[in-house]
């Protein structure tokens, strides 16, 4: 017998990874911009979703979306309200979506014939952060509710995301919340993180959300290989 | 916690390694966890010998080797390390610093093992 050290050097996630990458060229090429919501449970994520679709739809965008939870399909039924189609993803216990799932459940979808795609993630601020989806964007949502330091304390996800959404902002006063810390709480973790404010509820902030999510998409489609053309 | 995926996504890789590489045992298992992975190392551990039991990895040591978040300062002109994982200023000059170089590591370094 001897004894040997051999380099590997394999990334853990490489599996998710690849498949991932799959799924960004799969949807570049179908020109369908894609968005990963991440928060805690209760964020909000349902809520601000439903409403985002019911106004992509009365404004003529064509809109799908993919929703995430362990168990039951009660936020797949809240969704398809909307009027757009959408499939629940239930993971069984696991506590985020992977790439798999989400090629998994794409069967028989006319991608080419979507602007947006919408997957709302299993609600958690620690792993989700680790799996990339093939999505284009990743927003990460923070309720007045749920304290400012938030990000402080899940570095990870906020650092992950290409912008913030913070959400129930109707409830602002009555938590006594901090926007300056909140805000400085997720620039802390992702210098120049862009930040929104909404309340799904009221309908506050919708339209600047809207319009970031359309000018993001609008950019996207132009840097996409291929790009603007098609 | 996805610990336990994730040690089984390790034992997997280093079972493939090692059988390509002949290996009768593996000893050790080197692993790099960046500051900013977002693994907890304790139970990492734990869910090791969960996932390697009753496989070419079984009785298996894991080695984590703590990967620290550097980033790159646009004023300093130079990589930094950062002393916490949600305070993305250069320590040296305050300046707000979010270019990662490094601290996401989540890999399989290498192993230890008898043939
Ligand atoms: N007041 C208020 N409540 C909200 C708002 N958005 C969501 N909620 C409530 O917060 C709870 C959790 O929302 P939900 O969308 O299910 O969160 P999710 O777990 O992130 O999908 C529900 O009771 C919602 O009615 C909002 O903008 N304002
Ligand atoms: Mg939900
Ligand atoms: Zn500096």
Redesign the pocket.
């Known amino acids: 017998m001897t004894t040997r050290i051999v380099e590997v050097r394999a990334g853990v996630l490489r599996k998710n990874d690849e498949l991932a990458r799959a799924l960004r060229t799969r949807f570049e090429e179908a020109g369908v911009f894609v968005v990963n919501?991440v928060?805690?449970?209760?964020?909000?994520?349902?809520?601000?979703?439903?409403r985002t679709l019911t106004e992509l739809r009365e404004s003529g965008q064509r809109a799908a979306a993919l929703?995430g939870d362990l168990e039951t399909d009660n936020?797949a039924q809240?969704l398809a309200t909307s009027g757009v189609p959408v499939r629940q993803i239930n993971t069984h216990g696991r506590c985020h979506l992977e790439a798999e799932m989400i090629s998994q459940h794409l069967d028989s979808w006319d991608l080419a014939s979507l602007d947006y795609l919408f997957i709302?993630n299993v609600?958690n601020l620690v792993c989700p952060a680790s799996y990339d989806l093939g999505e284009a964007l990743r927003v990460a949502?923070l309720?007045v509710?749920e304290g400012e330091d938030k990000p402080l304390k899940y570095p990870t996800i906020f650092n992950s995301a290409d912008s913030a959404v913070i959400?129930?902002?109707?409830?602002a006063e009555a938590c006594e919340f901090d926007r300056e810390r909140a805000i400085a709480a997720i620039r802390s973790v992702r210098p120049g993180m862009p930040v929104l404010e909404?309340?799904?509820?009221?309908g506050?902030g919708m339209a600047a959300w809207l319009a970031d999510l359309e000018a993001r998409r609008l950019a996207w489609r132009q840097g996409r290989p291929g790009g603007a053309s098609t | 916690m996805h610990e336990l995926d994730l040690a089984r996504n390790i034992v997997e890789l280093a079972v493939e390694a090692a059988e390509r590489l002949g290996a009768a045992k593996v000893n050790v298992v080197h692993l790099k966890v960046g500051r900013l992975a977002g693994v907890d190392p304790g139970a990492l551990h734990f869910a090791f010998d969960v996932a390697t039991a009753d496989t070419l990895l079984a009785g298996a040591r894991l080695e984590v080797i703590d990967v620290p978040l550097v980033v790159w300062c646009a004023h300093c002109l130079t990589e930094v390390e950062l002393p916490q994982v949600n305070h993305f200023y250069c320590p040296a000059c305050g300046t707000a610093a979010g270019e990662i170089r490094q601290g996401r590591e989540l890999e399989v370094a290498s192993l230890e093992i008898e043939t």
């Open positions: 919501l928060s805690s449970p209760g964020t909000g994520k349902t809520e601000l979703l439903q929703v936020d809240r709302e609600g949502l309720s509710t959400t129930k902002v109707d409830l909404v309340s799904a509820k009221r506050t």
